[in-house]
């Protein structure tokens, strides 16, 4: 009969000691996790304090100044589909549209603001008025977003934000709103 006891002790005192190294041990992953996710968090916020340093001080005025200043900014990166864009069709200077995804794109304008033409001339004023315009097809483009100068034009389209009912409170809504207040200070 002891020796069942001291049988049963001993099995009691190895499952005991197997399940405090087991906990051990869980503790021990749970921890690391917990550090690769502030390690992570810590560079997210690491890449968002970058990006807020960016000012439009150090960029030049000129077309290819606010392209890189918007990169720098973090609302697309060199994995972006960049295509050139026919600004004349809009009255422009030049254009480049950037495909960040299926459902964003970010398109970048320059005008002659000594030299606009009769296109370009309707085109600014109706973003001026309302943030959008149509082309000649009756194709209408809205978000569309005029530098105070009148010499850059964004045109920030995202499928997800509903054009007619958007969520204020959704990531996408926020990411614009970021944009064009970005956009907005580049030599302001």
């Known amino acids: 009969m002891k ?8 099995a009691s005192v190895i499952a005991i000691s197997a399940a405090g190294c087991g906990y051990n041990d869980a503790l ?6 917990n550090q690769q996710t502030t390690s992570a968090s810590q560079s997210s916020d690491s890449t968002s ?17 606010l392209c890189s200043y918007m990169q720098d900014k973090g609302y697309y990166t060199d994995k972006a589909v960049k295509t050139e864009m026919d600004a004349s ?3 422009a200077k030049q254009g480049v549209k950037y495909s960040i995804s299926n459902n964003l794109a970010i398109e970048l304008y320059e ?9 370009a001339k309707e085109i600014v004023k ?3 008025d309302s943030n959008s315009f149509t082309i000649i097809e009756g194709y209408p483009v809205n978000a569309a977003y005029l530098s105070n100068n009148g010499k850059y034009l964004m045109i920030y389209n995202d499928t ?29």
């Not at 002659?112 to 296109?119: C, G, I």
């Not at 997800?160 to 302001?188: C, G, Q």
């Open 3 to 10: 020796k069942i006891i001291s049988a049963l002790l001993m």
């Open 28 to 33: 021990e992953q749970a921890s690391k996790a």
């Open 49 to 65: 304090d970058e990006t807020s340093k960016v000012t439009d001080a150090n960029y030049k005025d000129t077309f290819d100044g």
């Open 89 to 91: 069709f809009i009255g």
């Open 111 to 119: 005008y002659d603001t000594t030299k606009l033409n009769d296109t």
């Open 126 to 128: 109706e973003v001026k």
């Open 160 to 188: 997800k934000i509903d054009k007619n009912k958007p969520d204020k409170n959704s990531n996408e809504y926020k990411a614009r709103e970021n944009a064009v207040e970005d956009f907005l200070a580049f030599k302001n």
